[in-house]
Nanobody, 119 residues
């Protein structure tokens, strides 16, 4: 089993910045892709950014140019630096990991961290 623990959410004014962290712990063979998703009230959960084990990144158009996802494989931790935040970025942000075990492959989710951007 793998546990994902997010941190770094909070309340920030429009134009501000936040850095989210997600640390993975537990027993596994390898962590493959990791990603950040977000879910705003009344909306479906959507992909924000993804990073592969080799640190290739993909971003949603809505955050491209304003956000940077990085990864520390030694610490099994990913980060999402978000700049120039907008009220439309308000959502619960969830960490996601594609994990290989010795005999299977599973997707794990964190508990979520709230990001609120005030206008």
């Amino acid at each position: 089993q793998v546990q994902l623990v997010e941190s770094g959410g909070g309340l920030v004014q429009a134009g501000g910045s936040l850095r989210l962290s997600c640390a993975a712990s537990g027993t596994f063979f390898r962590i493959n892709d990791m990603a950040w998703y977000r879910e705003a009230p009344g909306k479906q959960r959507e992909l924000v950014a993804l990073i592969s084990n080799s640190k290739i990144t993909v971003y949603a158009d809505s955050v491209k140019g304003r956000s940077t996802m990085s990864r520390d494989n030694a610490k099994n931790t990913v980060y999402l630096q978000m700049n120039s935040l907008k009220p439309s970025d308000t959502a619960v942000y969830y960490c996601n990991a594609d994990v290989s075990h010795s005999d299977t492959r599973k997707i794990y989710w964190g508990q979520g961290t709230q990001v609120t951007v005030s206008s």
